[in-house]
């Protein structure tokens, strides 16, 4: 399970300090709602799934690897997927199942996890890490425009 820390943190409504009504209100329905969190996990989550399967970049900006198996490689040429570079792209699964895995802890509602609805693909994920290191963790850029879009996103609701 790959989760996204949370960043978005809602200051104390009790002592009223720096605060109006109406931006009290609009705080306290947003870390109700979550919205802002979700906005910004999914702007990263984005990202990241662009970084992976599109890009073939790892956690630290590097590439995935090169294809070195010849048949492989000819088989991946065949279904027209990159040839180049490793990008954890041959079926679509794992990209479609990573992709629309983001999703709301029941336990805590102010965390994102990744949850793959397949075995398979959760595999994959474990033996692709162990292979090649940190692919799926968020990189520094990636955290920042979490960040950023928190901040854009509060200061357009809060006016």
């Not at 009290?24 to 947003?30: A, E, H």
């Not at 336990?107 to 996890?113: C, G, Y």
């Amino acid at each position: 399970m790959l989760k996204y820390s949370t960043l978005f943190v809602v200051p104390s409504f009790n002592s009223g300090k720096g605060w109006n009504n109406k931006q009290r209100r609009i705080l306290q329905q947003l870390a109700k709602d979550n919205v802002v969190n979700r906005i910004a996990s999914n702007t990263a989550h984005a990202e990241q799934v662009t970084r992976i399967f599109e890009d073939g970049k790892k956690s630290n900006g590097a590439n995935i690897g090169k294809y070195k198996n010849d048949s492989y490689k000819k088989l991946r040429a065949q279904k027209g997927r990159e040839t180049g570079f490793i990008n954890l792209r041959l079926s679509g699964a794992l990209q479609i199942d990573y992709s629309n895995g983001l999703k709301t802890t029941k336990k805590d509602s102010q965390t994102q996890v990744v949850l793959l609805k397949s075995n398979r693909n959760a595999v994959i994920v474990e033996a692709q890490e162990k292979r090649f290191g940190d692919i799926f963790e968020l990189t520094k850029e990636e955290v920042d425009l979490f960040i950023n879009t928190t901040t854009r996103e509060l200061q357009l609701l809060l006016g």
